[in-house]
């Protein structure tokens, strides 16, 4: 097995993220938790690619509407549908324009438990209950109730890889092998070295 770290997850600062000046503010949160940015771009997506991104799994579909029919029942309310394939629909349709809407920022992080560090700092995806200190916690105030309103996706600022595999699947869609640097960053040698040694002289 590859050591803990070399694990990779993709992240893409949505829109709103560009929009609002929280970039750095995003960046900061991963890179001060020892993880490694090994590529990154800006771009303006096409709605194709971003279909294309959520729909790299083929069980995203059932599993995006069975988790969104959960929701509603959880909060004591009507799901729009039963189906819920019909419900991923309208989510899907939102969610191509609303990471069309303007440029996006992709990256590729690297680091120990990359996948699951980075979904832990960014917080749930409803940012009405997303834990504070997270970043979907600290930065946004949107709702599900409130986007149902609106007929929008859910501001969240970020999109996160949920699995190992999910992450090596949208590395692949988003980047170039030669798109990707492959280096040392100097605190490694303190967050991954056995005996920390090298440090005296
Ligand atoms: P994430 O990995 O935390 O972003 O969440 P998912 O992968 O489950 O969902 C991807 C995106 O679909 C989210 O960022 C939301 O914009 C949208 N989404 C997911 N679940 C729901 C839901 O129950 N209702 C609505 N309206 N949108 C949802
Ligand atoms: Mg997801």
């Known amino acids: 097995m590859k050591h803990h770290k070399f694990e990779r997850t993709l992240v893409i600062i949505k829109p709103d993220g560009v929009q609002r000046s929280l970039m750095g503010e995003i960046i900061k949160r991963y890179e001060r938790a020892g993880l490694k940015l090994t590529a990154i771009?800006?771009?303006?997506?096409?709605?194709?690619?971003?279909?294309?991104h959520y729909t790299l799994d083929p069980e995203w579909r059932r599993i995006t509407g069975e988790k969104s029919i959960k929701g509603y029942l959880s909060k004591g309310l009507k799901p729009p549908s039963e189906d819920p394939f019909k419900i991923?629909?309208?989510?899907?349709?939102?969610?191509?324009?609303?990471?069309?809407?303007?440029?996006?920022?992709?990256?590729i992080w690297q680091g120990a438990h990359a996948v699951a560090i980075i979904r832990k700092l960014t917080g749930g995806t409803e940012p009405l209950t997303s834990d504070v200190g997270t970043i979907r916690g600290d930065y946004v105030l949107d709702s599900y109730q409130m986007t149902d309103t609106d007929g929008r996706a859910v501001r969240n600022l970020v999109h996160?890889?949920?699995?190992?595999?999910?992450?090596?699947?949208?590395?692949?869609?988003w980047f170039d092998k030669k798109e990707i640097v492959d280096y040392k960053l100097v605190q490694e040698q303190i967050l991954y070295d056995v005996n920390m040694d090298g440090i005296l002289e």
């Open 88 to 107: 991923t629909e309208v989510v899907l349709k939102y969610l191509v324009k609303y990471l069309t809407s303007g440029p996006i920022i992709v990256m």
């Open 160 to 173: 996160a890889s949920g699995s190992v595999k999910e992450a090596e699947n949208e590395i692949k869609h």
């Open 41 to 52: 771009k800006m771009t303006k997506a096409t709605p194709k690619f971003i279909e294309k």
